[in-house]
């Protein structure tokens, strides 16, 4: 997006994932870098932080929506714990860039499903315990909520999608149309169409996003479209 | 977004209203237009899907994401009541661009409500029933999503966002914080950070998105944050 690209040539110093910094070398040649690996989040948002408040213009790269699960609360939180003072206005201003979030991006990709009501749940429980994701998904299943899933799987979590699916099922029938899409706009690009019974027989990882139907999504010309609204 | 800019240069004819074409009119100088007003939404996907067929370039302009709550479905439902044949290759291309929708514009201008699970509502109740919107609300608010608010009110619909407020008060304290966000990245933008006990002493149109936070979000040197997690 063009603010995106006007705060990343007014940065001074760009912080940021390797790879995602990567992704964007051709603006980056005349600036200083800070790269890092993907799990050092919280030392990314302190030099970020301690930068500006240095006097130095700073952008922090995240891939998305810097305001969607991303980047934008931890450099806000770490900003306001090392904000010694009360007076904003001796604070360097912050401003969180909007983008793409995984939700736009797989939407645009499936077709129409979210034309309607939807709810996001992160199915990572690294930070959340279990129980009160379920819980989540159980309400936004009865109340028919169109559903997309973050954080579906990776190595290390493999159980969530099956758990999630069959807490769905209690609400909704198996034969919900529910959309996968990988690596949206990016290189190995993956778009499926399968049903919410069928969800298991596919390849989910972390770079995936899932979206299921609510009662009256429907597939057309091999399009995901959830309608507009509901009958009385 | 790059995307968005190159699919119009292309287009032969480029349809949407009024007032959004007015404002990408420096890209359309050499383009066959199609105005029409606000409410013209089907005389407008019917135009768009009808040219294609005819074997012209068209884009129909969306406002915010086209994807969400927005024209996609619309063009893909009436595209394929349309579609005489079931030949899929036989048909036009339907390429759904994403874009920057208004949680996304939102979330950003307020800071970083968006860091865990939430759930976007529709207040019209023009298509949906509205003991179906009422129904939703509660079960979010009792799941402790992030409630994001489209629609709140307009010349006509005025009640909904009071009652709205009262579903939530059930199971929030009046203390959450909350967000308005008016006409976000426009002229005559405006934000507001109030809290949920304090909603209708603001004025909220049908230009105005509105956030809830949960039960952990914070207001920190004046933006709406919610934390990533939840403590076991």
Redesign the interface.
């Known amino acids: 997006?063009?603010r995106v690209v006007q705060v990343i040539r007014e940065a001074e110093l760009v912080i940021g994932y390797r790879l995602y910094l990567a992704q964007i070398q051709d603006l980056l040649s005349d600036k200083q870098i800070h790269a890092s690996e993907l799990t050092h989040e919280k030392e990314r948002a302190r030099l970020a932080v301690q930068s500006a408040r240095a006097g130095r213009k700073v952008c922090i790269v995240s891939s998305g929506?810097?305001?969607?699960?991303?980047m934008?609360?931890?450099?806000?939180?770490i900003?306001?714990e090392m904000?010694s003072s009360s007076d904003?206005r001796a604070?360097p201003y912050?401003e969180?860039?909007?983008?793409?979030?995984a939700l736009?991006?797989a939407?645009?990709?499936l077709?129409?499903?979210?034309?309607?009501?939807?709810?996001?749940?992160?199915l990572s429980d690294?930070?959340?315990?279990w129980p009160?994701?379920a819980?989540?998904i159980?309400?936004?299943a009865?109340?028919?909520?169109v559903v997309v899933l973050y954080n579906p799987s990776s190595r290390r979590r493999q159980w969530q999608l099956g758990e999630a699916q069959r807490l769905l099922l209690e609400h909704r029938a198996g034969t919900t149309p529910a959309g996968l899409v990988r690596n949206a706009y990016r290189e190995g690009q993956k778009v499926r169409l399968t049903t919410l019974e069928h969800l298991l027989e596919h390849e989910v990882d972390m770079f995936t996003t899932v979206v299921i139907g609510n009662a009256g999504t429907r597939v057309?010309?091999?399009?995901m479209?959830?309608?507009?609204?509901?009958e009385?």
Chains 1, 2 share one sequence.
């Open positions: 997006a063009p929506d810097a305001g969607i699960y991303g934008a609360g931890l450099v806000l939180d900003f306001s904000s904003q604070e912050v969180v860039v909007p983008g793409i979030s736009n991006a939407a645009a990709l077709g129409a499903p979210l034309m309607h009501d939807f709810a996001v749940v992160s690294l930070l959340t315990p009160t994701i819980q989540r159980s309400a936004v009865e109340a028919d909520f057309r010309l091999g399009r479209i959830t309608p507009r609204g509901y009385p």
